[in-house]
């Protein structure tokens, strides 16, 4: 980590949270040389973390907490973390969205990210089952209104599933399952919860679960969008095997391990963010 004295307490707080997650736990004091920051600052972004249950404060630091498989952190938990992966990997999936195609976006944080980059993505048919992404189109849609610039050319055609809403401002269970098992997408942009080799891709949620297979079943292509963090964790339903994935876009923070190991399953590998080796410095 280099100077960060000018970054956002949430983008602070999500490198702690990271470096915690990746090391096993860390000092107070190695985080105040790591950030270029104070003692109180650091002090008061672990109490943050801690409140939200993403850390556990222990003497002197602090260490990561292990989540049980049916826990779903809400939406603005969520939204404060990986916030630079979340947005190179939303610029490099936008780019598989082609002007004028029907795609899918489930819901999640990532998604989010990824919603705000398909606004200049021209004549696109968007159905989600995220309250979230959909209110990125819309207000894009008012946006436009309010400045008397009338209906934007090319603008999106959104389409919410409707349904029950989850922590993660989802919409999931039998009126979403039917909307989605009765359309046919182009591509497909999913993000998840947790991916392995074993589990595959999984959520904690179950109603979520059965949402996302429909939205699996009805597309061409599947792309997950996912971070690195998201890699080894396992929810408590499965509702894909990885080789039904076409594409995983992540972010440079995967480890080589990972890699090596992602390197023998059937999906393309993206890594955003990331400059191509003998690439100019």
Not at 59 to 76: D, I, K, T
């Amino acid at each position: 980590m280099s100077d960060n004295q000018n970054l956002l307490a949430e983008q602070r707080r999500a490198l702690i949270l990271d470096e915690i997650r990746r090391r096993g736990g860390v000092r107070v004091n190695e985080l105040t040389r790591k950030l270029n920051v104070s003692d109180m600052t650091v002090r008061r972004d672990l109490d943050a973390l801690a409140r939200q249950g993403l850390v556990e404060k222990v003497h002197g630091g602090a260490v990561p907490v292990s989540e049980p498989s049916a826990h779903e952190p809400g939406f603005e938990a969520k939204s404060a973390l990986e916030l630079s992966a979340k947005e190179d990997i939303a610029k490099a999936a936008a780019e598989m969205a082609a002007p004028g195609s029907a795609i899918a976006l489930a819901g999640g944080t990532t998604a989010f990210a990824l919603a705000q980059q398909l606004l200049d993505v021209p004549d696109l048919t968007v159905v989600t089952n995220s309250v979230r992404v959909a209110d990125v189109f819309y207000g894009a849609q008012r946006a436009a209104a309010s400045g008397g610039a009338g209906p934007r050319a090319g603008a999106a055609t959104v389409v919410l599933t409707g349904g029950v809403r989850t922590p993660s401002d989802t919409l999931v269970g039998p009126v979403a399952d039917a909307a989605i098992r009765s359309l046919h997408f182009d591509v497909l942009f999913l993000g998840v919860h947790g991916i392995s080799v074993e589990a595959g891709l999984s959520t904690p949620n179950l109603a979520e679960a059965e949402t996302n297979r429909h939205f699996v079943r009805s597309a061409r292509r599947v792309v997950v969008v996912a971070d690195h963090t998201k890699w080894g964790t396992v929810g408590l339903s499965s509702f894909a095997t990885l080789d039904q994935v076409e594409v995983l876009v992540t972010d440079a923070g995967l480890s080589a391990e990972a890699r090596a190991e992602f390197a023998e399953l059937p999906p393309e590998l993206v890594v955003a963010g990331e400059r191509p080796a003998g690439a100019d410095i």
